[in-house]
């Protein structure tokens, strides 16, 4: 016989304090939807756990209830993934926010899922090592959502993505069990890498142990400006093809050059059409040789100009632009719909063409700001009347890039999630062979199927009810 | 006892066949074994029975190779070899034992063979990126893809890496590749201790000039820091010249510096560690390497005990280990059995004290067991057993060589 879902409410207040259990409309209202989602939906309750016995108990009154889970961390994802539907509740994790500690010896940090990205970082520096993975959010994201995404950023090219860094976590299963999940290097399956980009599906991760790398000894970075994407695309692939890593390649094109001459005063060539941020990092020797070659590349190629970043304050200016590209657009457009699709980089020319015509054909605009070298792109539809024939559009085209993307060998997403937003479009990269091989898993680990449901598995029909709006650009 | 491999072979020549063959197989009941060349088959516990071998020595073609995007996608059982030579006529490589090239890439993947240059290309699981795969109950399914950032849906091609056969066979797999560097060189150092050569290895650490491997090499010789570099002329002239000079200020013996050549016979030599450490010149004597994993800053002190054991048993005995990476192997021979066996127990207890340490390559009589092979099995054991249960619940695949006798 299963209790209520008022009596859950009341048995969580009882067990985590009545302050630590949001119930009231107007406060569960910042938790309907996260980044950027064009839907969403009302949890039942917000709750604000001290720690993993308080997670695991937690867990265990929703599965004793019935009633579905979803971690959050920061609220900063992109495709819905820690959204509560099915009248569930979400485990805010922000406030499980300490550093546990820094092992400079061994270069590893194990945190609290809530500590923010860069946080890790910032503490680390004075041994010298940092993080590497770095979403643009790092300021605002947290490693519990990291983990969840396996997210990535501009510097991913090199240094890899969340999964390449994690050694080990704690984790409340959908059971409600704990359990120290071990590090790739323990004898068993690799269960960290069936963890990392699950999206909260198969587990509540409490604790986290990152690995930590020394800080590079130099870094160039350059910012060469192009007439087109195409050529720019090309340095791209000249660059790679010269058997140089990057430690990011980062591509802006002309809609953006001119959100960030309008937002921040930014200076380009008046012809510049596309921009390329090129930055190597590694020891001093043989560096300088590195960034004369990519700008002999980048001029190979038809750069307008190639500027190098030679202090700290200029690489910061530069990292602003590329950063802040999003905010910027809130100067040319009122709302914005970020897509997250991933090519084979040497179609790049193709499926920026097919962008471009697909906004032309439903008189949308569209700018470009993504991971050129590899292959990350992250077309931003841009609108200013938030209506229903517009929202429909919008979503059109994205479903339209994303169906490119399928079709040119890539993928639905590179670091964004599947989420709620991409479920039902996980039928066009995989067979339902392909599916059901994941849903032996999911069902596996979640009998219950009340842990984070609804997401990265398509649904089919008959499927959530989802209030679709628009996010108002920020700005 | 019979341990045999047994004679029936499936032998899939597409992903199609493998499925109709694993259909047939599960109607009959058959437990199976997943085999390439079969150049790590002595890996893990002694497989229980099983009816049949299903070989991937068919699925070796290639799919997709885009030396402009990196990738390749491959059949599992192309030969390490020919892998090599095709990424080659590239310029390109994939560094996981680029310089052994034993066995086949499935192999290679099953068993998350390390390799020299692991250090500064990552592991075998840091460079798949996708797979197709095969259940036990014929379900053919591919997850992931062929892109270098994918985040759609679990990352089953990571499970099977080091999976060991046991939830599915590898069909196919796409890989991310590189580049070949310009210059691949390396440097040896002498030491009077081997606390001396770990401690150069530290110093070296933390430097930043990048090596792409820093190996404490000691037993057969005099112990040596083995450190290696890639990339432009300059990049490796200025790295190895400022890595050497903090290494000689532990009280280094000797130096010798290796250009490409030299380099690529040491490389060939550290690729594989069982080869390394069981050379098959000094003929088959019976061996066992053991592989410890833990917190570098443990490394050193398993090492040095695990030594004295051997030297105070007069088992011979020489290691490779890899402080930056956290791992050490360890071989030992000899023509006294029991000292031997009596030996490798109690490396393996001290390397389990603080770690985990599991056996390479050993003798029948220490591989009865997976507790003898593996260790006790780890904390998160139960989400494993999970995991196969999901996978492969008639346990078709789970021969017993694995953690816990999956």
Redesign the interface.
């Given at each position: 016989m299963t209790a209520t879902p008022d009596a859950l409410l009341a048995s969580l207040a009882r067990r985590l304090g009545q302050d630590r259990v949001l119930t009231d409309p107007s406060e569960l209202v910042v938790y309907e939807a996260d980044g950027s989602t064009m839907h969403d939906v009302t949890p039942r309750a917000v709750v604000f756990p001290r720690g993993t016995e308080e997670v695991a108990a937690v867990v265990q009154a929703c599965l004793a209830n019935g009633v579905a889970f979803v971690a959050r961390g920061a609220g900063t994802g992109l495709s819905g993934g820690a959204m509560a539907l099915d009248g569930g509740i979400v485990v805010a994790l922000n406030r499980m926010d300490r550093i546990l500690g820094i092992d400079v010896e061994d270069r590893r940090a194990t945190v609290e899922p809530g500590v923010r990205n860069l946080a890790v970082s910032e503490a680390a520096a004075r041994h010298g090592l940092f993080y590497a993975p770095d979403p643009s959010s790092q300021a605002v994201c947290t490693l519990g959502g990291n983990v969840a995404h396996n997210s990535g950023g501009p510097h991913t090219l090199k240094h890899g993505v969340t999964v390449n860094h994690v050694l080990g976590v704690q984790l409340v299963t959908p059971w409600g069990e704990v359990v120290r999940v071990g590090g790739p290097d323990r004898p068993g399956y690799d269960l960290l890498a069936l963890l990392t980009g699950a999206e909260g599906t198969l587990g509540i991760v409490t604790e986290v142990e990152v690995a930590l790398r020394r800080i590079p000894e130099g870094v160039r970075t350059l910012l060469a400006s192009f007439p087109d994407v195409d050529r720019a695309s090309a340095a791209v692939s000249a660059i790679i093809g010269a058997g140089i890593v990057p430690a990011a390649l980062e591509m802006m094109d002309d809609v953006v050059v001119g959100a960030l001459e309008a937002a921040f005063g930014f200076a380009f060539p008046s012809d510049a059409g596309a921009l390329l941020l090129v930055e190597s990092d590694g020891p001093e020797p043989g560096l300088d040789r590195e960034a004369a070659d990519v700008a002999e590349v980048c001029r190979a190629h038809g750069a307008l100009d190639v500027r190098s970043a030679d202090t700290a304050a200029e690489r910061a200016e530069v990292w602003t632009a590329r950063k802040k590209a999003f905010g910027a657009l809130g100067r040319v457009a009122r709302h914005y719909y970020t897509q997250d699709g991933v090519i084979p980089r040497t179609r790049l020319p193709d499926m920026l063409r097919h962008v471009r015509e697909v906004a032309a054909r439903h008189g949308l605009r569209v700018a470009n700001v993504f991971h050129a070298g590899d292959g990350n792109l992250h077309p931003c539809i841009l609108f200013d009347e938030d209506d229903a024939a517009t929202r429909a559009k919008v979503l059109e085209a994205g479903a339209e890039i994303l169906r490119h993307c399928v079709e040119l060998g890539g993928s639905l997403t590179g670091e964004h999630g599947v989420g709620v937003e991409k479920r039902e479009a996980m039928a066009l990269l995989f067979s339902e062979s392909d599916l059901e091989l994941m849903r032996r898993l999911s069902d596996a680990w979640d009998p219950a199927g009340l842990c984070n449901p609804g997401k990265v598995l398509p649904m089919g029909a008959g499927c959530v009810e989802l209030s679709p709006r628009a996010r108002q650009a920020a700005l | 006892m019979n341990r045999a491999v047994p004679d029936v072979v499936l032998e899939p020549g597409d992903a199609d066949e493998a499925a109709e063959l694993l259909r047939g197989a599960a109607s009959n009941g058959l437990a199976l074994l997943v085999r390439g060349h079969g150049t790590r088959a002595s890996q893990g516990a002694l497989p229980r029975d099983v009816d049949a071998v299903f070989s991937t020595a068919r699925l070796g073609a290639v799919e997709?190779y885009?030396p402009?995007?990196?990738?390749l996608t491959v059949g599992c059982g192309i030969g390490l070899a020919a892998l090599h030579d095709l990424l080659a006529e590239r310029?390109q490589w994939l560094p996981l034992q680029a310089e052994r090239r034993r066995g086949t890439l499935g192999g290679l993947l099953a068993t998350a063979a390390d390799g020299v240059v692991d250090l500064g290309y990552?592991?075998p699981?840091?460079l798949v990126l996708g797979a197709r795969?095969a259940?036990a109950d014929g379900?053919?399914?591919?997850?992931?893809?062929?892109?270098?950032?994918?985040?759609?849906?679990?990352?089953?091609p990571?499970?099977l890496?080091?999976?060991f056969g046991t939830?599915g066979a590898l069909l196919e797999v796409s890989l991310r590749v590189?580049?070949?560097?310009?210059r691949r060189t390396a440097a040896l150092l002498g030491y009077a201790s081997v606390a001396d050569a770990l401690l150069a290895a530290e110093r070296v650490r933390e430097g930043?000039?990048?090596p792409v491997f820093v190996d404490v090499l000691a037993g057969a010789c005099e112990p040596q820091l083995a450190l290696g570099f890639d990339?432009?002329?300059?990049?490796?002239?200025?790295?190895r010249r400022?890595a050497v000079a903090a290494a000689e200020r532990v009280g280094c013996t000797g130096l010798m510096l290796l250009d490409d050549d030299a380099s690529a016979e040491l490389r060939r030599r550290l690729d594989d560690p069982v080869a390394h450490l069981l050379p098959e010149d000094e003929g088959a004597r019976p061996g066992v390497v053991v592989r410890w994993?833990?917190?570098?800053?443990l490394l050193g002190g398993w090492l040095s005990a695990a030594l004295a054991a051997a030297e105070r048993a007069g088992v011979a005995v020489r290691a490779d280990a890899r402080p930056a990476l956290?791992?050490g192997f360890l071989g030992l021979t000899g023509d006294d059995a029991d000292a031997l066996e009596a030996t490798a127990r109690e490396v393996l207890t001290l390397g389990r004290r603080r770690g985990?340490a599991?056996l390479l390559a050993a003798p029948d009589t220490l591989r009865g067991e997976p507790e003898d092979v593996?260790?006790p099995?780890?904390?998160?054991?139960?989400?494993?057993e999970?995991?196969?249960?999901?996978?492969d619940p008639q346990r078709v695949f789970s021969c017993g060589r694995?953690?816990?006798g999956l």
């Open positions: - | 997709t885009e402009g995007d990196l990738t310029g990552g592991r699981r840091d795969v259940l379900l053919v399914a591919r997850a992931r893809g062929r892109v270098v950032k994918n985040v759609a849906g679990y990352d089953v990571r499970l890496v080091g999976s939830l590189a580049p070949r560097p310009a930043r000039d990048e990339g432009s002329e300059e990049r490796v002239a200025g790295c400022r994993s833990g917190r570098p800053s956290g791992l985990a599991v593996w260790g099995p780890p904390a998160d054991w139960s989400l494993m999970r995991t196969a249960q999901a996978l694995f953690v816990g």
